[in-house]
């Protein structure tokens, strides 16, 4: 030690007034530098991978199927939640943990503030990484070809939720000055994820919409697929999140300025105040959730809505034609649109002329009907000349399926979309149909070139399609039907003419087909 | 009044060491206590420290009968001291009190009874209480580190913590550094550095703000005998400029290094006064100790502890 190598002037040392804004970001800046966060993340990355990525490649290349999993049922928020929890537990106990809470009490720098550094550099990283991880993904996606727009609003669901398990889990370290706290505060973050999954999956409305990894309401139902790409991503309920995650964050941060030794008594009213402020902000997220209806678009939340976002997204469409009737999808569907014609094209064929024949066909917004009125119909007629209306978004695709048992097949695609169109056709609407609406719907199936044998099986895997329908192709429908096919084109064609109107307001019975 | 009183007076606002003195020797003749310290300031081993008495017009440090609570457990019970620049030690036993007090004075707990101004302050006040902060240098016994934190990260955290002018800290970094004699080592990661060399880096980090009152709890645990000498040096020289409070179990630190010195036991002040005077009390005592400064801190401990006997 050099005693006489320095003579420093004696000075009294200043007020620094001006100079904390600057003092505090060189201490952001050392705590940046220093932070175990970035150790954690190589490990973080990997569990991205493998649970968030990886499982959304099996679905569909369009933004709403493909994010469902990792966006809409919050895995990334998973992936990172717990071991942000974890690592900012860690970082709050680290004064306690090594002794040093009494010199950093002793600066200058009220130790809240001191203590929300070390937080701010924790969450920094952590939000960092989160936007750097989710951001290649969805780079990846559009080099995939990915189609729609990315669920922007859904990113910032998860960053909030980061910056709250990061301020949970630094207050819990704070408090709790243990090696054991960051284990507890993973752990702890592990189970606040597992039973808001559970509690996703049984509450579909009400306060639980609250929860960052229930899906209802904002993935599934009529916005899973065609948010991003008809209508924007309703942000109503991810602000209603954003704001309860935010709430949640400020009043574990407010938490740790409560503490004896953690600064002066304005300072300590003042993190009162703010822990108060924070649970009100939570609060009144939760009440304005449980306000929430659900629309074609998504989810509702009346306090929170802008009639803005319920405007259409304005596209080109991309169009073909099945047996000369144009056939227009959303530019986003493009990929599907020769399968989508090359399904149309027999059926349409099958029914050219008649007089409720569509003269086009037009993609439009997926929607379920809401209050039980049976399933969805991916293919309906509607408006003068008829129009053929497809719900493409209610249809799995042709490729990758999440959910299903394997990869949709064009063939199998193909084939369902045959079954809708004559379902639609015949006016069976949304039950099973009569059964001679039934045989007649058989007919032009097996007119199509899908056998009798084959299409119970079709019509049990049809998605969205009644689960009842003319049962095994041995009983009475299929004979009926049989007889209907057995005839000439012509004459299926000319009888289809004189009676479409009386078969689609079910005035028939099986013994008036030919 | 004989010409030693009166060169006393002459000092009385600043030499309150002869308060102190008479404080803990009532039945001392003034004069003879007047004689002998200005003797020893006139140039005895203590020169480097008691030339700056002319300095000592401040009171950095006045506690009056003050006494702290930790449940059941009295750990200080009612001292008294005051002190102005200077190296000032504080010596007694394990559990006497020490680093309850030095806590106290670093703020870092209040007293539970009693007056305590620092720096002119009384640190009871949340605006007084930084204000003293921010002059206040603090080594605790037990120091932890970051061990991801290079030396020069971790005195600049404490640095900035202090509130320091952003542009004057990385050259009071470096100079305290440097005053460590670390400056080889600034870029090392703690968990690297020995104890030694840790307990250093504290030292840098509690002077790193230049203090005007540094309070060093054990400063000297873990240092080599070289390095011992050192920081003694260390000690002196800012003790030129501050009040420097050393609280220590080794004695030989507060020989060489303390103008001043007080005894603690079972959170009492048993003795204060000059290292001389604490030698003087062990004289002829027959007190253990292989030094002179030991055997007069084991003949005050005993009197002490069979005063209290007694009572």
């Not at chain 1, 201490?27 to 499982?55: C, G, H, K, Q």
């Not at chain 1, 071991?83 to 809240?112: E, I, Q």
Request: aromatic share 8%; charged share 15%.
């Amino acid at each position: 030690m050099t005693a006489a190598a320095v003579t420093s002037v004696r000075r009294r040392t200043p007020r620094a007034t001006s100079a904390v804004p600057l003092n505090a970001a060189r201490l952001l800046r050392v705590e940046l530098r220093r932070n175990t966060m970035p150790l954690m993340l190589p490990l973080i990355a990997a569990l991205f991978w493998f649970d968030s990525y990886r499982p959304s490649t099996g679905t569909s290349p369009l933004y709403g199927l493909r994010t469902y999993w990792n966006m809409g049922q919050g895995h990334t928020i998973l992936d990172f939640g717990p071991f942000v929890a974890g690592v900012a537990a860690w970082m709050g106990s680290r004064d306690g943990r090594r002794g040093l809470a009494d010199l950093v009490t002793a600066t200058t720098r009220p130790r809240w503030a001191a203590q929300l550094a070390t937080w701010a550099a924790t969450a920094l990283w952590a939000v960092a990484a989160y936007l750097v991880f989710v951001g290649v993904m969805f780079a990846w996606y559009a080099h995939q070809g990915v189609a729609g727009t990315p669920p922007w609003w859904w990113v910032a669901v998860g960053v909030a939720a980061v910056t709250a398990f990061s301020a949970v889990g630094f207050a819990i370290g704070a408090y709790w000055p243990s090696r054991f706290a960051a284990p507890v505060a993973a752990f702890g973050g592990f189970l606040v994820m597992f039973l808001s999954f559970q509690t996703g999956f049984s509450h579909r409305s009400g306060w639980a919409l609250i929860l960052p990894t229930n899906s209802n309401g904002s993935f599934d139902g009529s916005a899973q697929t065609d948010a991003g790409i008809f209508y924007p991503w309703l942000p109503d309920l991810p602000i209603a999140r954003i704001l309860f995650l935010a709430g949640i964050a400020v009043a574990a941060l407010g938490l740790t300025g409560l503490a004896a030794r953690a600064g002066g008594p304005w300072l300590r009213r003042a993190a009162a105040l703010v822990t108060l402020a924070g649970v009100a902000l939570a609060g009144s997220a939760v009440r304005m959730v449980s306000t929430a209806q659900e629309s074609a678009q998504g989810v509702v939340i009346p306090a929170l809505h802008d009639a803005a976002n319920d405007a259409p997204i304005t596209y080109a469409p991309a169009c073909g034609r099945a047996a000369g009737v144009p056939v227009c999808v959303n530019p986003a569907y493009r990929r599907y649109l020769p399968d989508v014609t090359a399904a149309l094209t027999p059926v349409l064929a099958e029914v050219s002329g008649l007089p409720g024949a569509p003269t086009r066909a037009s993609q439009v917004a997926a929607s379920y009907p809401s209050g039980g009125d049976g399933p969805p119909q991916p293919i309906s007629f509607g408006s003068h000349p008829p129009v053929l209306r497809l719900q493409l978004g209610l249809l799995n695709t042709p490729g990758p399926c999440g959910g299903c048992a394997g990869p949709v097949a064009t063939t199998s695609y193909e084939a369902q979309m045959r079954l809708l169109f004559a379902h639609a056709f015949v006016g069976a609407g949304s039950g099973t149909g009569s059964p001679v609406q039934q045989a007649v719907q058989a007919a032009l199936l097996r007119a199509a070139g899908i056998p009798f044998a084959a299409q119970p099986g079709l019509i049990a895997g049809t998605e969205n399609f009644p689960e009842s329908g003319p049962g095994a192709a041995t009983g009475p429908v299929y004979a009926a039907a049989q007889r209907l096919a057995a005839g000439p084109a012509a004459a299926r064609h000319d009888w289809l003419a004189a009676h479409l109107a009386a078969l689609r307001a079910d005035r028939l019975t099986l013994q008036d087909l030919p | 009044m004989n010409a030693a009183l009166m060169r006393l007076e002459r000092h009385e606002r600043g030499i309150h060491v002869v308060r102190r003195v008479n404080l803990v020797a009532p039945g001392r003749n003034r004069e003879a206590v007047g004689e002998e310290l200005i003797a020893a300031m006139a140039g005895g081993e203590h020169s480097a420290v008691c030339h700056t008495f002319s300095e000592r017009n401040v009171m950095n440090v006045e506690i009056g009968d003050v006494t702290r609570r930790f449940g059941r457990t009295q750990a200080v019970a009612g001292v008294t001291l005051e002190t102005g620049p200077g190296v000032f030690g504080l010596l007694g036993p394990n559990g006497a009190g020490k680093t309850t007090l030095l806590r106290m004075m670093a703020t870092v707990i209040p007293p539970s009874s009693g007056r305590l101004r620092l720096l002119g302050r009384d640190p009871g006040g949340y605006g007084p209480r930084r204000e003293i902060r921010r002059r206040l240098g603090y080594l605790p016994q037990n120091l932890g580190y970051y061990p991801g934190f290079t030396v020069a990260e971790f005195v600049e955290y404490f640095a900035l913590l202090k509130e320091m002018p952003p542009g004057r800290v990385p050259q009071a970094v470096a100079t305290a550094i440097e005053r460590v004699d670390l400056s080889g080592r600034a870029r090392t990661k703690l968990r690297t550095l020995s104890g030694g060399m840790l307990r250093r880096v504290g030292i840098a980090q509690a002077i790193v703000n230049e203090p005007e009152l540094l309070l060093l709890d054990e400063p000297t645990a873990g240092l080599d005998p070289e390095q011992r000498v050192a920081f003694r040096a260390l000690l002196r020289d800012l003790g030129e400029r501050a009040t420097v409070i050393v609280s220590t179990h080794l004695v030989e630190d507060v020989g060489a290094a303390c103008s001043e010195v007080a005894l603690m036991d079972a959170g009492k002040m048993v003795f204060m006064g000059t290292p001389d005077e604490l030698t003087a009390r062990g004289e002829g005592t027959g007190a253990a100790g292989d030094a002179p400064l030991e055997r007069g801190y084991s003949a005050v401990l005993a009197t002490a502890r069979s005063n209290t006997a007694a009572a």
